[in-house]
């Protein structure tokens, strides 16, 4: 997949040179536009309707918009939605400034941009042009597994041990994936399968009964950290103290990953989880720092799941503690970091079930477990 249309949006004309220029020497051309009238030109309206009609066979052209904050004045803003629905496969990035984040972050929930990075960070930009690639072919081959299915239940007589398959690769697929990202840090190798575990146990002592709902909060754990993809090893694999600098590309992560799969059509369950998992019951957490009830409930089980896993876990800045230590400290953040009515749920069960529950999981990776031995040893 390539890139064949290529606008930046800004009224600032050297601005949008200066961007140009810098795409350029990575070989990516960019066509400058300084406003949103006319956009995009009548030819890319049909060049991507005739791979709409060959979408189920060959992929579509990326076509992505830099779009600059500023230009977004003198009532752009209300173009956006017109040309969101107008135009699907085009890939709408925001450039935007940190004190402007929060309506960023807006347009971004409500589907009206792709993804929103700073205009000061030249790499970022070209990462998200990078990521914008990939997400919309996992989203064309995404919809040509969901006319597979479409197709499969017409004929669900016939074909029920072909959709079994086609379900299991599904959730082979998402586990995969996520052992991929686990895997670029041994240390925490293991880490999504095992909270998605502790997940659904504690969604089910919730009272959440509907299997759909608890699989769902399974593969939002499962995919949580998506977003770290987009983080470089160099601040992830960092064995001392981040800078400030560097934790705040940390704390994109969630945002990141939310922009990378909500055009999957996954439900709201697996998108809560990936972009709320940071926020604190108090308030004080990230990226927008809800509290209480606003916080959705699968994301609040999740970060208790969360925070199980990694105070048992090894980590190279300290050793990995006992279940007793880590409900210790759980019920020390009752009520500030947590939902109480989720760590009552925990304190409901015997620390043993945990154990076990953990057991259950990493048991079955032990030429990996040996690996991430040696590799500590180094």
Known sequence: MSITNLWIINKDRKEGE??????????????????????????????????????????????????????????????????????????LILLCRSRRTELALSLLEKGLIDQFV???DRATVYSAIRSEIGRR????ENSRYAQELRRLKLEESRNRRKAAELEEIHNATLENLMTALDLRDVETFGHSLTVAKYSQALARLLGIRSGAAVDNIRK??????????????????KPSRLSTAEWEKIRLHPVLGYGLIKE???V??????????????????????????????????????????????YRPYRKERDFKAARKDIL?????????????????????????????????????????EVYRKR
Do not use: C, M
């Open 18 to 91: 200066r961007l140009a220029e810098f795409l350029a020497s990575l070989a990516i051309k960019a066509d400058i536009i300084d406003s949103l009238d006319g956009f995009p030109p009548e030819s890319f309206g049909a060049q991507a309707g005739r791979k709409e009609e060959s979408l189920h066979t060959s992929p579509s052209p990326v076509a992505v918009a830099l779009l600059d904050f500023d230009t977004l004045g003198d009532g752009s803003l209300e173009k956006l939605p017109r040309l969101r629905e107008a135009n699907p496969h085009l890939s």
């Open 118 to 120: 700073s205009s000061e």
């Open 137 to 140: 072919k996992l989203a064309e």
């Open 220 to 237: 939002g754990a499962l995919l949580h950290d998506i977003g770290k993809i987009a983080i470089p090893d160099s601040i992830l694999k």
């Open 264 to 266: 999957i059509k996954l």
């Open 268 to 313: 709201h369950e697996i998108g809560n989880i990936i972009l709320y998992h940071h926020e604190r019951y108090d308030g004080k957490g990230y990226p927008r720092g809800l509290k209480k009830e606003a916080i959705p409930l699968e994301a609040r089980i999740f970060a208790l799941a969360d925070a199980l896993d990694a105070i048992t876990s």
């Open 332 to 372: 020390e953040n009752r009520s500030t970091q947590f939902d109480p009515r989720v760590v009552d749920a925990f304190s409901s069960v015997k620390l043993e079930e945990w154990e076990r529950i953990r057991y259950e999981t990493t048991k079955l990776l032990p030429a990996l477990e040996s690996f991430s």
